[in-house]
């Protein structure tokens, strides 16, 4: 949703049935953000300025973190892997999974497997490394040189 912050008015906003929007980044040209969706398992490109989706990108079950490179090229999501039938807080059935998004090819061009519910994930400053926790396995954190992707 877009406010105005002179009336407190909603003057804007992205409506999609049904949505869990987990998490937003902004592109650095700040043209452009990115939503992970943890109901449909999409991540929205949505104008910052009238709010329309430009694109959706089809992930894995349970879409969370996102974080894109500094130069907007890459963006990467943890997805957390299906639900336990009994409790989201349980271990999932299946591994999560990390992908990386070219967001000027507009495609997935890599999978990393995240391990059981991959959730925080963060970027280096100079882009060159991924840290990502995995929730479920002894609380387990991976470093990954992403440099052959991000060109850092």
Request: hydrophobic share 35%.
């Amino acid at each position: 949703m877009k406010y105005s912050t002179k009336t407190w008015t909603r003057a804007a906003g992205v409506n999609r049935y049904a949505a869990a929007m987990r998490h937003v980044v902004l592109s650095p040209d700040e043209e452009v953000c990115y939503v992970s969706d943890l109901c449909h398992n999409f991540i929205y490109e949505i104008d910052a300025v009238t709010l329309r989706i430009l694109h959706s990108y089809k992930v894995f079950n349970n879409p969370n973190t996102i974080e894109i490179t500094k130069d907007g090229r890459f963006l990467f999501v943890s997805c957390r892997g299906p639900d336990n039938p009994k409790s989201y807080l349980l271990r999932s059935p299946e591994n999560g999974r990390i992908y990386v998004i070219d967001t000027v090819k507009k495609e997935v061009v890599q999978e990393i497997d995240g391990g059981n519910q991959p959730t925080g994930l963060d970027l280096s400053p100079d882009d060159r490394y991924l840290a990502f926790s995995n929730f479920r396995d002894d609380s387990n954190f991976e470093l990954y040189d992403v440099s052959d992707i991000t060109g850092k």
